[in-house]
């Protein structure tokens, strides 16, 4: 007996959903036909790839190695669907982003939808960690990273690079200042982003450099919340010069001496680059750059 995409689609949909009942709904077809599906597929091959806990399903090795594939599977399904969709006409369909933050992001979306408005654009945010991930999962077709790569399965374009600075509240002696050094801010209080962070990493890295090192009394998982924790006069902030948002209580500090950059760049997938969406999005990203003074 073949097993053909059907059975693949329908193992995809339990996997995804977590049971027979919500993968029926999804698919629009019958539970027995989900469990004879399954069945069928594990029968087949002689492999169980679902545990099932009542109403609720786990997955085997067999099933979480499969539901990798499933997933690039499904991608590939949809995006071949765009294409033949879109073919003589505009482009149209979702798009996922995927980004560090959302100043870059909102402004390459603006272009990208004014040359495309048929497409809708979903954004998530997160730091450079989890975006990554994003993409290797197949939860996001694009990302904005800030970071240079160096993995084999990804393909990216440089976009700009920006001047990590720090911040400080206007009770702060440092208030009135428009730079400060190296040895002054090594046993400071920060507020720095989780580890995840590209611009934290980025600021540590060149301090360690320096042979100074920094403890922070609070980490916080948003720009948003760091702002404010510096507001609070809880400490120094980090930041790159471009996502600081002027407030009449904060103020940014340049670091004399070497400059802290980080690199922001836009990046899919190698054998995703063929997406339709995905290269009208990079084309639009490069058409931006070359209006960059």
């Not at 995409?5 to 329908?10: E, G, S, V, W």
């Not at 969709?85 to 933050?101: E, Y």
């Not at 801010?185 to 301090?207: C, D, I, K, N, Y």
Request: include cysteine.
């Amino acid at each position: 007996m073949a097993i053909g995409f059907t059975h693949l689609r329908t193992f995809h949909a339990v996997a995804e959903h977590r049971g027979f009942t919500a993968a029926a709904n999804a698919l629009g077809i019958g539970q027995p036909t989900v469990t004879t599906q399954i069945k069928e597929l594990e029968q087949r091959y002689s492999v169980e790839l679902l545990l099932r806990r009542g109403r609720q399903v786990e997955l085997t090795d067999a099933g979480l190695a499969l539901l990798e594939i499933t997933r690039r599977m499904i991608k590939l399904h949809e995006e071949a669907d765009e294409l033949l969709n879109s073919h003589g006409r505009l482009l149209r369909g979702q798009l996922r982003l995927a980004a560090v933050g959302p100043f870059h992001a909102t402004e390459m979306i603006a272009a990208f939808r004014q040359r495309y408005p048929s497409v809708r654009v979903n954004v998530m945010l997160g730091n450079s960690e989890q975006i990554l991930a994003s993409l290797v999962e197949l939860r996001a077709d694009v990302a904005i990273l800030a970071h240079g790569m160096d993995d084999p399965r990804m393909h990216s374009v440089f976009y700009r690079k920006h001047q990590v600075v720090v911040f400080v509240n206007h009770q702060h002696p440092w208030f009135h200042r428009d730079s400060v050094g190296y040895e002054e801010l090594a046993g400071q209080p920060f507020v720095l982003r989780e580890r995840g962070s590209t611009t934290r990493h980025a600021f540590e890295s060149a301090m360690q450099a320096s042979g100074l090192t920094i403890e922070p009394v609070l980490e916080i998982g948003s720009r948003e919340g760091v702002w404010k924790a510096v507001e609070q006069g809880l400490g120094i902030g980090v930041v790159a010069d471009f996502e600081f948002v002027p407030h009449p209580n904060l103020r940014t500090l340049r670091i004399s001496g070497e400059t802290i950059l980080t690199e922001y760049r836009v990046a899919c997938l190698q054998d995703r680059c063929n997406s339709a969406k995905i290269r009208a999005f990079l084309s639009v990203v490069e058409d931006m750059k070359a209006h960059i003074s």
